[in-house]
């Protein structure tokens, strides 16, 4: 049995269905924490329905509070570019690992050991909870914190996102993943915005996967 993370997006999608087919039985939990666009949650929702799995919300919007962030705070526009010597304003410190915290709880609960997450630090906004040395560590933490053996899986941790798109594709998702996912900064389904961050990373990978193909 696994706990998968699911925001509705491009990686965490693929990475629900990579423990559909490695775990006997998932379960997908997503969360509110005052994000600029809640409707990644409802998003996350109808996938994890189409998956058919059971879906849990958590509300954590105290988060918003903590830091000011263009992810959670409306007034700030979102980062185009990631700035030189500096983590993106996107960056929302701490998420990672209390959505880790959360999560290992909620299958703490329900006997279950591992944890699926999509992050990857390969090709990515360079969030420093995004890397593998992070994701070993927090591992331990919630290990010794309960007692209890977890195992963090990361799938994409080293796959660019043209290789995320040939593992969807492998899953026989890409379609799902191409039409019905939330990646976009900007809360724009699908292609997105096409200027963010997260939209240029998806878009850069999928032509190169495309390209492979033809």
């Known amino acids: 049995m696994a706990v998968v993370l699911l925001s509705g997006g491009q990686d965490s999608t693929t990475c629900?269905?990579?423990?559909?087919?490695?775990?006997?039985?998932?379960y997908a939990i997503a969360?509110?924490?005052?994000q600029r666009h809640e409707q990644e949650v409802a998003v996350a929702?109808?996938?994890a329905k189409q998956a058919d799995v059971p879906f849990a919300i958590f509300?954590?919007?105290t988060l918003k509070n903590l830091s000011h962030n263009s992810l959670t705070d409306k007034t700030i526009p979102i980062d185009e570019e990631k700035p030189v010597n500096a983590l993106p304003n996107t960056f929302v410190p701490g998420r990672n690992m209390i959505f880790l915290n959360y999560?290992?709880?909620y299958a703490y609960s329900l006997g279950v050991h591992d944890l699926v997450i999509g992050v990857s630090q390969a090709d990515y906004s360079g969030y420093p909870d995004c890397r593998d040395t992070f994701i070993k560590s927090m591992n331990t933490s919630l290990n010794l914190a309960m007692d209890y053996e977890f195992e963090i899986h990361t799938p994409l941790m080293f796959l660019d996102k043209e290789a995320v798109w040939k593992l969807s594709d492998e899953l026989g998702v890409f379609d799902i993943i191409r039409n019905e996912t939330l990646t976009c900064y900007k809360g724009i389904m699908a292609e997105g915005c096409g200027k963010c961050p997260a939209c240029k990373l998806r878009a850069n990978g999928l032509?190169?996967?495309l390209k492979t193909e033809n």
């Open 45 to 47: 929702e109808k996938i």
């Open 16 to 26: 629900l269905y990579w423990a559909k087919k490695h775990f006997e039985k998932v």
């Open 59 to 61: 509300d954590i919007d």
């Open 207 to 209: 032509e190169n996967y």
């Open 31 to 34: 969360f509110r924490y005052g």
């Open 103 to 105: 999560a290992a709880v």
